[in-house]
Nanobody, 122 residues
Framework: VQLVESGGDSVQAGGSLRLSCGLS????????MGWFRQAPGKEREGVAR???????TYADAVTGRFTISKDNAKNTLELQMSSLKPEDTAMYFC?????????????????WGQGTQVTVSS
């Protein structure tokens, strides 16, 4: 399984971005998927996840601003981000696990992409 993220960019605070993660080598419907981010000097943190059974969970910091979705036909995972803040600046990663995932702990995700950079300026 390979994951490739795209869509990262530099935007001003209050702006929007849409990240995409393409999965190859398998079918995305078989996986629980997550979006994570890591800022310089900080630990990787979970942003949003969508379980294989469709249950969605958001981190408190992004609830109401970010929307995760999965397109089984395109084999992609999306993250629509709005009302962006400077503190959202980070490298964003998508990750996958073939089971049902109930956590944002990175060690529970098997496959990872290389990341896409999001920079939000004030």
């Amino acid at each position: 399984v390979q994951l490739v993220e795209s869509g990262g960019d530099s935007v001003q605070a209050g702006g929007s971005l849409r990240l995409s993660c393409g999965l190859s080598g398998s079918t995305i419907s078989r996986y629980s998927m997550g979006w994570f981010r890591q800022a310089p000097g900080k630990e990787r943190e979970g942003v949003a996840r969508i379980r294989r059974d469709g249950v969605i969970t958001y981190a408190d910091a992004v609830t109401g601003r970010f929307t995760i979705s999965k397109d089984n036909a395109k084999n992609t995972l999306e993250l629509q981000m709005s009302s962006l803040k400077p503190e959202d600046t980070a490298m964003y990663f998508c990750a996958a696990n073939s089971g049902l995932v109930y956590t944002f702990r990175p060690e529970f995700y098997t496959y990872w992409g290389q990341g896409t950079q999001v920079t939000v300026s004030s």
